[in-house]
């Protein structure tokens, strides 16, 4: 086995219209172990997508039919997926066209393997970093919006029941491990009947 070879695990999914390239590029990633599905349209990788997941997508700019950029928009129902662009074009608004499209890199062609391998390599690793950062984001605001809403139901809680928030939150867990559910949901739970219970004191 070839020690220089990368993790074959690392799917790419390349489409360019142009089979000289596709094929030149394709061999070279493979040689470097890459798993490689070369594509000769947007429709052919569009197939391909409804049966498996790459890890990331190059995409050639201009083809007949779709083009790559339009074929950008339809990755966007693959969360996380990174893709970047090639092409012959490098005019500025083709540019920030394909960043206003999500893109983590640009080649101007002619591209060779050695340009290519480092993009697909920075490329995946900033999507990786992004993928996480979103994740943190995602946790971090459940965590605030139970930490509000327990808050609150612990407010309730007190002022109602005329007990300590000590004893309210007390109370509030208790009741959570009883029906085995998150604290945040009780809490939910708690302050949605109160709403309701005040709406119908108002009528």
């Not at 089979?19 to 947007?42: D, F, K, N, P, W």
Request: charged share 25%; with cysteine; hydrophobic share 45%.
């Amino acid at each position: 086995m070839n020690q220089g070879k990368r993790n074959p695990q690392c799917k790419v999914l390349l489409v360019d219209d142009d089979r000289l390239v596709l094929a030149t590029l394709s061999s070279g990633l493979e040689e470097a172990g890459y798993a490689v599905q070369a594509c000769a349209s947007a429709e052919e990788a569009r197939r391909v997508l409804g049966l498996e997941r790459p890890d990331i997508a190059v995409l050639d700019v201009r083809m007949p039919g779709q083009s790559g950029l339009e074929l950008a928009k339809q990755l966007q129902e693959h969360p996380g997926l990174p893709f970047i662009f090639l092409t012959a074009y490098g005019d500025e608004d083709i540019v920030r066209e394909a960043i206003a499209h999500g893109a983590l890199g640009y080649l101007v062609k002619p591209v060779d393997i050695h340009q290519l391998i480092p993009a697909i390599e920075a490329a995946v690793a900033r999507a990786a970093d992004l993928w996480d950062l979103r994740n943190t984001e995602r946790q971090l605001q459940t965590a605030l919006n139970e930490n509000r809403e327990v808050s609150m139901a612990v407010g309730l809680l007190v002022e109602r029941r005329r007990i300590s928030r000590q004893q309210a939150f007390d109370a509030l867990r208790a009741t959570a491990r009883t029906q085995r559910r998150k604290i945040g949901e009780v809490a939910e739970e708690i302050l949605s009947a109160a709403e309701l219970l005040n709406v119908g004191k108002q009528q």
